[in-house]
């Protein structure tokens, strides 16, 4: 499923043939659940080398914001670890936060003159973000940040589940 530069597809992230995928991070940077746990897994302990040297010169990575690793042993070369926010109910500005954490990922995408980049579900899994809501604003925040970023050229919605596929699938069709 595409739309302009934007596509869908169900699978698993760590197996993504693209410049970078992004990684559902926690503001630790220390790797966690979910799939922030499964990209750390797969990519071996270059990763949370790297995290760790983030970590230790910036005190990690704030809710909203994006850093930029190696890979290590994925498929994509380089992974951007974004920090979604919490749900609370919608009123601690979590909506902005998953926007800029979606929209400071293709920032440095472009920065580092990346074409292909994969996005995970940001902040709706043990986050607790309603899902809905989520895929508007990562669709939204997406196609705003791709105004200022014409070197990339194929945004991948990655989802694991079943609903949030459908809900990217009907949303990109």
Known sequence: MT????QV???DITRME???IVNAANAGLLGGGGVDGAIHGAGGPAIGN???AIRDTHGGCKTGEAVITTGGLLPAPYVIHAVGPV???GVKDEDTMLANAYRNSIRLAAEHDL???AFPNISTGIYGFPRERAADIAIAAV???L?????ISQVTFVCFDDENYRLYRDRLS
Do not use: F, S
């Open 87 to 89: 749900w609370h109910g």
């Open 3 to 6: 739309g302009e530069h934007l």
């Open 50 to 52: 790297a995290c760790r």
């Open 9 to 11: 597809v169900h699978g």
């Open 147 to 151: 105004a200022r970023a014409p070197t």
């Open 143 to 145: 196609r705003d940040a």
């Open 115 to 117: 074409r292909t980049v």
């Open 18 to 20: 693209v410049d970078a």
